[in-house]
């Protein structure tokens, strides 16, 4: 089974890629859902999280409280950086063990080719099983609105979010295919499609 990397940051259209080679047959693995549901109590990943940075990450009835969390970790401060450096650590070895698992799925189902998609991917070493990486990227302000649009949080909150995360850079230099998608859905399945014909092969 083929083996492909997807990554990007927040805001670009990430999902929007995945849900475009989901249409076009492949198997894509959503790591940021992968995350969430490690995280449904009883869960070793969030017990980590618990002993990494106390009690109060949590809500009343136990579940992660991603406000909180954030708060400790996006923030333009030495210690706040040493926090995500924490919470990568963490997440990154739970995450991809999960990960492999699904591809096992995956591949014992049949399928020709699998997406992991994860904004991570490149940090995570994930990157080293993938036959190629692609990434998603669009321009700053153009990523803003649209998590002004989708995410229940201030504007502060998402700056601080885009600030701790890679340059444009960091993805040109480390992937193989680079989408910028600042236009149209039809244009980005356009994109996508390219992609597809330069990897060649039946997938």
Known sequence: MR?????????????????????????VIDTDRVYHELLIPPSPCLDALVDAFGRDILTEDGTLDRAMLASLVFADTDKARERHETLNRI???FVT???SELLDAYRAEGYR?????????LEAGMDAICEAVIAVIADREVRLGRLLARDN???EALVARLDAQPDDA???ERARF??????????LER????VLTDLGGEI
């Open 3 to 27: 083996i492909f990397g997807l990554t990007g940051p927040s805001g670009a259209g990430k999902g929007e890629v995945g849900a475009i080679l989901r249409e076009r047959g492949l198997a």
């Open 91 to 93: 997440t990154h070895r």
């Open 97 to 99: 063990e999960r990960t």
């Open 113 to 121: 080719a699998a997406v992991i998609d994860a904004p991570l991917l």
């Open 153 to 155: 949080k201030s504007r």
């Open 170 to 172: 960091f993805y040109r």
């Open 178 to 187: 680079v989408i910028e998608n600042n236009g149209t859905r039809v244009d």
């Open 191 to 194: 994109a996508v499609d390219a």
